[in-house]
């Protein structure tokens, strides 16, 4: 008896006439019917005697019941788990992101997300893109989040936040107008950054013949934000890190920046959890405030 069989089976069983089976079931009574009488040529024998409109089971659709109703129950219970698990997936995310990305950008993205998936495990590490590749290729972390990422033979990437070049102030360190070009930044005290978007910034510089005035230099983002604080001098950095770093009142657009955008970094080969696709989905197309 197959599934469907069996469905039909229970509800002639328990409704008691197949009218109020097909009702239950959401489908017609000559479908009912259908199955029914194909069922009792398959088994060769009758499920039911028809008395006066009525369905009465006979002795041996009483033996096949006892188990049948356990069955349709686990049926049941398995179609209440599927339904569940596509409209609210849950389980383990392991996000890998870029040390700034994680000020906002992250925290962000992973609250809201479980604000809608109650379910959904996040386990989030702070890495540089070298260190979050490697951890991707031996399944330690699912999805990544990375600046200017790349495609691999194993690894693929995909742009899910467009950003730019921004300069950071002070008090100290003040401009009047919105929107800066490298000239208004000549022979002022500048913090350098060394990290994943520093060679595409330098090389920005050189094309434009502009020489910063260093002063110092330094891996993290937050010590040059704080130098830039303490009025040491400025510095200029992606504007998604610059957000989560400073007031928007001493952050100023720089002309003709490059852009310094966001990727997801994923696996080409690991299977993905049904969470784990929800969730690319939502950072794919999240508005995220810059």
């Not at 386990?123 to 990375?146: K, W």
């Not at 002022?188 to 978007?197: H, M, N, Q, S, Y």
């Amino acid at each position: 008896m197959k599934t469907r069989q069996l469905e039909v089976f229970h509800a002639v069983y328990t409704k008691g006439t197949i009218t109020e089976a097909a009702q239950h079931l959401n489908v017609s009574q000559p479908s009912i019917s259908k199955v029914l009488a194909h069922t009792e040529n398959q088994l060769g024998f009758l499920l039911f005697s028809r008395i006066k409109g009525r369905l009465f089971p006979t002795p041996e659709a009483d033996l096949i019941f006892l188990k049948a109703d356990k069955i349709n129950k686990e049926l049941i219970q398995l179609k209440e788990i599927t339904e569940n698990m596509s409209n609210r997936p849950s389980g383990l995310i392991r996000l890998a992101c870029a040390p700034t990305l994680g000020l906002d950008l992250t925290p962000t993205l992973v609250s809201e997300f479980s604000s809608l998936y109650s379910g959904a495990k996040f386990e989030t590490h702070a890495y540089h893109f070298n260190e979050m590749v490697e951890h991707l290729r031996d399944g330690s972390v699912d999805l990544g989040i990375a600046f200017e990422a790349k495609d691999y033979e194993d690894l693929e990437s995909k742009r899910i936040l467009e950003g730019n070049f921004v300069v950071l102030g002070s008090e100290n360190f003040n401009f009047s107008k919105k929107k800066l070009v490298l000239k208004d930044l000549e022979e002022i005290p500048f913090v350098g950054i060394e990290g994943p978007l520093s060679e595409k910034l330098y090389s920005f510089f050189d094309k434009m013949k502009f020489k910063p005035n260093f002063i110092t230099q330094t891996d993290s983002y937050l010590m040059a934000a704080s130098y830039v604080k303490k009025g040491l001098g400025i510095s200029v950095l992606d504007q998604i890190s610059a957000s989560s770093l400073n007031s928007e009142k001493y952050i100023w657009e720089l002309d003709g920046a490059p852009s310094c955008d966001v990727y997801l970094v994923v696996s080409k080969t690991a299977t993905k959890s049904l969470v784990q696709e929800n969730f690319i989905d939502f950072m794919t197309s999240y508005n995220y405030k810059l």
